[in-house]
């Protein structure tokens, strides 16, 4: 907000203000980004989630207290630690005394409501328990409303989804990060009978979610873990760049073959770059009987489902055929929707997929006053030095038109606005 004001006036605050925004902190933050990164290379479910959160410094006392305001009546919570083929975990199990029926979404949300829980914590809960409805009910064929929960609406499923909300509260988790996440094979027993892992709802939980190959034999990723983890995350793919704090396993209740049914969560604060890293999908696919019309709509089909970038390059096809190779490049959780888009408008059989890291200059904008108004000047930062600038298109686009002068003339006038500010 200082750059609206007299940069002489107020030098030393901006100076501050720089030298946080330098850092990588955002308008507002007093302490570096804490990160929660759920390591799933055993899958995850609602206990096992709850155990790692629980093994990574949040209290079981607090736990309790918190989870007592959702006055559910008739189950211990027995939290314990335990060697989990060798490993050193902590087991969750939620012992419920008797049978409460079935639910819907509008009485898990009237118990979640009625607790005196902060407004964060329910927020978060009900995302999940809302997810978790909607998948259910495409599978079902049915309305969120008509929708009944199964064993994903028992008690013990209410308490590992608010206990996660909790847990990431208390531990001050700012953002959550999972790696791909394993669904295990062949088959489980449910409500409806024998189906094959993964189950249907977890399979619709996990639509755009990267999964890691696996041959361990059962379920390792259950509805509710798919349901809280593909809630909370932000970004899925590596541990991502930062500085270890404290790490916690979560037990399940398998004994798997070939690696220990546990969670990993490792708890840490962001590097000064770590938003500055990440991964994306490159979807690729070669035309050659597409027309020029159709290849322009699927380009703004594209960024409307989500795509970062979407780019063509001529290319000589087989049978020296002229053809089209078409580019998007998208985040990990619009990969779905962006294969959707291409199989939908183009005539492609096939796309490849790759996953490309990136490295990014930290970008910020400013806004400077010009003899056209004020525009928007684009900035990328690397360590705190400005190493590209850019005034903003479309802001340089508006004034030109609007005073009757080329956009060059508007851009110029405003790089040269934005280099005596940084003098002044």
């Not at 200082?2 to 007093?30: C, H, P, Q």
């Amino acid at each position: 907000m200082f750059l609206w004001l007299s940069v002489r006036a107020i030098a030393d605050y901006a100076l501050i203000y720089r030298t946080v925004l330098n850092k990588g902190m955002i308008e507002g933050r007093v302490r570096p980004m804490r990160i929660g990164y759920f390591d799933c290379f055993s899958g995850a479910a609602g206990d096992m989630i709850l155990g790692a959160l629980l093994a990574a410094g949040l209290e079981s006392d607090q736990l309790r207290s918190d989870l007592s305001q959702l006055n559910l009546d008739d189950y211990q919570l027995d939290i314990r630690q335990i060697q989990k083929q060798g490993f050193a975990a902590v087991k969750v199990d939620v012992n419920v005394n008797r049978d409460q029926g079935h639910r819907h979404l509008h009485h898990i949300t009237d118990i979640i409501n009625a607790a005196d829980l902060s407004e964060t914590v329910k927020q978060r809960a009900k995302r999940i328990f809302t997810r978790l409805a909607e998948a259910e009910a495409k599978v079902h064929g049915t309305t969120v409303e008509k929708i009944h929960f199964h064993e994903v609406g028992g008690v013990d499923a209410i308490v590992d989804i608010v206990g996660a909300a909790i847990g990431i509260e208390h531990l001050g988790l700012d953002r959550i990060i999972c790696s791909p996440i394993p669904t295990g094979s062949g088959t489980v027993t449910c409500e409806h009978g024998i189906m094959p892992v993964p189950a249907p709802a977890t399979t619709e939980l996990l639509v755009g979610v990267p999964l890691a190959d696996c041959d361990e034999v059962g379920e390792l990723t259950t509805p509710t873990g798919a349901a809280i983890l593909t809630t909370l995350a932000s970004g899925y793919g590596s541990l991502p760049s930062f500085r270890i704090e404290r790490t916690g396993y979560g037990a399940g209740n398998r004994d798997n073959r070939k690696r220990p049914n546990v969670l990993r969560l490792i708890i840490g604060q962001a590097s000064d770059d770590t938003d500055l890293h990440d991964e994306v999908i490159l979807l690729e696919a070669n035309l050659d009987d597409a027309t020029g019309e159709q290849i322009g709509y699927t380009c703004d089909r594209l960024f409307e489902a989500g795509a970062l970038d979407v780019f063509t390059t001529p290319i000589l096809m087989k049978k020296n055929r002229p053809g089209t190779l078409l580019s998007v490049l998208a985040p990990v959780e619009k990969e779905a929707e962006c294969e959707r888009v291409i199989f939908a408008e183009t005539t492609t059989f096939g796309l490849r997929r790759d996953v490309r890291t990136r490295r990014k200059l930290e970008r910020r904008s400013e806004a400077v006053s010009t003899p056209y108004g004020t525009i928007r000047v684009k900035m990328g930062l690397q360590n705190g030095d400005v190493m590209k600038t850019a005034p903003e298109y479309d802001d340089c686009a508006a004034a030109a038109r609007a005073h009757g002068v080329s956009l060059r003339e508007v851009m110029d006038a405003t790089l040269r606005a934005w280099t005596a500010q940084q003098k002044a």
